[in-house]
């Protein structure tokens, strides 16, 4: 109700109900439980690996045995793979492997069987995800839920240095500014969180220097959100030679693929690190960048399997599709949720020294409908280092329409000449392959795909895998 009276409302009103539903978040989220959880997080950021290792466990088989009682599709699972109440105490993890998957098609389909009927678990939020289907699944939440999603996320703002009182700016997919205004402000304020949103759907030429003159004068500690809204932006003030008078402790980035030269001109314009990390609004388990600038998979949110294109567990430098068991939705679990997101693997298994004993990948890849595939060259889940040394180019996006068949679709300006596009043209045959016909096309603007986010790769057709 709130939000359909919110789009409609004048500027004033919005305020107003954004900074309502702010102070209700804050009593939902920030409870005596979770500080007890934030405390217990933090310590096993950097406890030994043993210790998180058994933590793991011990969640997992309360988990396990939690379902089996109270979740009847996963009842129904069990009961199929003669699993017992003995199999789980005895080992959770072989159990786990003798489920099926659950498929991103029955997460939505039969949201009723995977509810938690258990009577602590008293129903507190009903949440939607669009997804890339733009048709939404339905999330139920209890308290423990939203305590502990948001334990773990202050207890990554922690680890990099960032505290969760600290003037803040998000840009996200909310539609909080109506997509058709021509006229600042693109932005409304929670002044109950100490907090700046803003708008990602109006990041034109003609609008974001209001947007930079607005980040000046509300001088921010930290940003996060999507890294296509910050790309946008510092390529403005690199080109137009604008300054930031304010200093960053970090900039987190979410919801998309962070591509390397993204995080490179973020960096250098907003003078800061960015720091990478994954989970979802379904209540995945989170992966996390510390400040050696390394990708941690958080062992205490849940367990991560990363399977290869034949199901087998990915190996040394392979993508990884990620099937997840996660500890923080325990209103509608995911156990086993094949999520379609893909990471790469590192070269060989090794731990940081940063502090936290948990495992290492190599890159977050992104939704497996980033990964391209061609006859030529297979399996394809790095696009951006097409770009590298490349000029002119103010946005891009890669459609793949069929297995050999692509469409560039290119926002360039005048240093974009015809021998960039020549070496723009061998840059994608190398990593597609010569078979592949590649045609370009040159817009005006390319424009954002659904929750305000841009796209950078599109697959209109499936994988090999899929067929």
């Not at 159990?95 to 938690?116: A, G, M, T, W």
């Not at 062992?299 to 399977?307: I, K, M, N, R, T």
């Not at 199901?311 to 995911?334: H, Q, W």
Request: net charge positive.
């Amino acid at each position: 109700m709130i939000d359909k009276i919110y789009k409609l409302s004048p500027y004033f009103i919005k305020v107003i109900l954004l900074n309502l539903k702010a102070f209700l978040n804050t009593r939902t989220r920030y409870t005596n439980d979770y500080y007890s959880y934030l405390d217990e997080y933090n310590k096993l950021w950097n406890a030994d690996f043993d210790v998180v290792k058994e933590y793991q466990r011990e969640r997992l088989t309360q988990l396990l045995l939690e379902v089996v009682e109270y979740v009847p599709f996963y009842r129904n699972s069990f009961k199929k793979s003669n699993i017992t109440t003995e199999d789980i105490l005895n080992d959770p993890y072989t159990v786990l492997k003798r489920l099926p998957l659950l498929s991103k098609k029955d997460r939505k389909i039969k949201v009723e069987e995977l509810i938690n009927s258990n009577p602590k678990r008293k129903l507190i939020e009903v949440g939607y995800t669009s997804g890339t289907s733009g048709s939404p699944t339905v999330n139920y939440l209890d308290s423990e839920s939203v305590e502990r999603a948001f334990a773990l996320w202050t207890r990554f703002q922690n680890s990099i240095g960032i505290k969760k009182e600290d003037k803040s700016i998000r840009f996200s997919g909310r539609i909080i500014i109506k997509p058709s205004s021509i006229r600042p402000p693109f932005w409304v304020a929670n002044y109950v969180q100490n907090q700046l949103f803003m708008s990602t759907y109006h990041l034109t030429e003609d609008n974001i220097v209001h947007y930079v003159k607005k980040m000046n004068k509300f001088k921010p500690a930290y940003m996060d959100g999507y890294p296509s809204a910050f790309y946008i932006i510092a390529k403005f003030i690199d080109d137009n030679n604008l300054k930031i008078n304010f200093k960053l402790k970090g900039i987190t980035t979410t919801a998309e693929t962070l591509h390397d030269y993204q995080r490179i001109l973020i960096e250098k314009v907003f003078n800061c690190k960015v720091f990478n990390q994954y989970a979802s609004s379904e209540g995945s388990p989170f992966i996390t960048e510390c400040i050696n600038g390394n990708l941690h998979v958080n062992q205490d949110s849940g367990v991560f399997e990363f399977l290869n294109k034949n199901d087998e567990p990915a190996g040394p430098n392979e993508i990884g599709r990620m099937v997840v068991t996660s500890f923080r939705n325990y209103k509608t679990p995911l156990i086993r949720y094949d999520i379609l997101d893909t990471v790469l693997m590192p070269l060989e298994n090794y731990f940081c020294d940063c502090g936290c004993s948990m495992p290492v990948i190599e890159k977050i890849i992104g939704r497996e409908d980033d990964l391209l595939w061609t006859s030529e060259k297979g399996y394809i889940g790095r696009m951006d280092t097409a770009y590298k040394g490349l000029v002119g180019i103010n946005k891009s996006q890669i459609i793949q329409v069929d297995h050999n068949e692509f469409l560039v679709k290119n926002v360039v300006n005048d240093e974009y000449t015809d021998s960039v596009e020549r070496k723009f043209i061998l840059n994608l045959e190398e990593r597609l392959g010569k078979k592949a016909n590649v045609k370009m096309e040159y817009l005006d603007d390319i424009p954002l795909g659904k929750n305000g986010k841009f796209n950078a790769v599109i697959r209109k057709c499936k994988l090999p895998m899929e067929i």
